[in-house]
């Protein structure tokens, strides 16, 4: 036999083999028999494959009981105070997040004169008029929760956490506009003085 022809011949026979392997192969792994999410079932009644939860049950980790935290009130009412103590790193951490979700209605300000207000858009009301400046922090983790006019809800957007930082932030910027020059101690009042002073 010519070498050729014997090496053709050897090819062939592998791929032969190969043919009669890959032809054994079945894909009872690849193509398992399952339900798919929302699929039928004839095994059940409701001829459905999802089965409903029972009743009351609770995913892990998303109880959320504590309604200061979670809904930003206390007895009912808008709460007063925060649910945990606000240091400084959550006030940079509020602000970044104002940055992100709020200034681009509010203004950097919290005027209500954000840039896409500027280009059409609803303005919001101001934060410093006299009913904001009376809210408490309840209420504004509320709006932020629960959206308000023709804002929409948060609460899928932003952690709860983080939402309370915003809360805090807000607040932070109603005092840092609505604070005269006489309420500050001489310390505070020279340090403005400095800041504002061109370099």
Same mark, same amino acid.
């Given at each position: 036999?010519?070498?050729?022809?014997?090496?053709?011949?050897?090819?062939?026979?592998?791929?032969?083999?190969?043919?009669?392997?890959?032809?054994?192969?079945?894909?009872?792994?690849?193509?398992?028999?399952?339900?798919?999410?929302?699929?039928?079932?004839?095994?059940?009644?409701?001829?459905?494959?999802?089965?409903?939860?029972?009743?009351? #049950?609770?995913?892990?980790?998303?109880?959320?009981?504590?309604?200061?935290?979670?809904?930003?009130? =206390?007895?009912?009412?808008?709460?007063?105070?925060?649910?945990?103590? =606000?240091?400084?790193?959550?006030?940079?951490?509020?602000?970044?997040?104002?940055?992100?979700?709020?200034?681009?209605?509010?203004?950097?300000?919290?005027?209500?004169?954000?840039?896409?207000?500027?280009?059409?858009?609803?303005?919001?009301?101001?934060?410093?008029?006299?009913?904001?400046?009376?809210?408490?922090?309840?209420?504004?983790?509320?709006?932020?929760?629960?959206?308000?006019?023709?804002?929409?809800?948060?609460?899928?957007?932003?952690?709860?956490?983080?939402?309370?930082?915003?809360?805090?932030?807000?607040?932070?910027?109603?005092?840092?506009?609505?604070?005269?020059?006489?309420?500050?101690?001489?310390?505070?009042?020279?340090?403005? #003085?400095?800041?504002?002073?061109?370099?």
């Amino acid at each position: 036999m010519k070498p050729i022809l014997h090496s053709r011949l050897s090819q062939a026979l592998v791929l032969a083999s190969a043919l009669v392997f890959t032809t054994a192969c079945r894909q009872d792994m690849h193509d398992q028999p399952k339900y798919k999410a929302d699929g039928a079932s004839a095994f059940f009644a409701d001829g459905r494959n999802n089965r409903k939860a029972v009743p009351n #049950t609770v995913a892990r980790g998303h109880l959320n009981e504590d309604d200061h935290l979670y809904r930003g009130r =206390i007895d009912g009412k808008f709460a007063e105070t925060y649910p945990f103590e =606000i240091t400084a790193e959550i006030l940079q951490r509020g602000r970044a997040r104002y940055a992100i979700y709020c200034q681009p209605c509010h203004s950097p300000q919290g005027d209500g004169n954000g840039v896409i207000v500027q280009r059409g858009m609803k303005r919001p009301p101001s934060y410093h008029i006299e009913r904001l400046q009376q809210s408490p922090p309840g209420y504004f983790f509320d709006v932020l929760t629960n959206g308000f006019g023709a804002m929409y809800d948060y609460a899928d957007r932003i952690n709860v956490e983080d939402r309370w930082a915003i809360t805090a932030y807000v607040q932070t910027l109603q005092l840092s506009q609505n604070t005269k020059a006489s309420d500050l101690t001489p310390e505070e009042r020279a340090k403005l #003085t400095a800041a504002t002073k061109p370099k």
